[in-house]
């Protein structure tokens, strides 16, 4: 069962390592990885430097996958996530 969760995690862990840049792995080490976006912007009237996006950890017999879901207009999405330089 741990062989299976660990080629799971492995292949999530390739799909959200896709995203990073522009987002920012924060952590990245044997059992967990942490994106987010890196950038000065508002929400909601308070300031932020940055924005969790997803993550995911793996235990000795869980897997944990979590992502932020962001409903938003294409405008609002592009001042929020850092320059790729690819836009």
Same mark, same amino acid.
């Given at each position: ?33 942490? +994106?987010? #976006? *890196?950038k000065? &912007?508002? =929400? ?7 924005v ?10 869980? +897997?944990? #996958? *979590?992502?932020? &879901?962001? =409903? ?16």
């Amino acid at each position: 069962m741990a062989d299976t969760l660990q080629q799971i995690y492995n292949k999530l862990k390739t799909i959200l390592s896709k995203y990073s840049p522009p987002l920012t792995a924060k952590v990245d080490k044997a059992g967990r990885y942490e +994106l987010y #976006s *890196i950038k000065d &912007l508002v =929400i909601d009237g308070r300031k932020r430097d940055e924005v969790y996006f997803a993550e995911q950890s793996s235990r000795s017999h869980l +897997l944990v #996958s *979590i992502s932020c &879901l962001c =409903i938003t207009t294409p405008n609002l999405l592009k001042r929020s996530l850092p320059s790729s330089g690819n836009a």
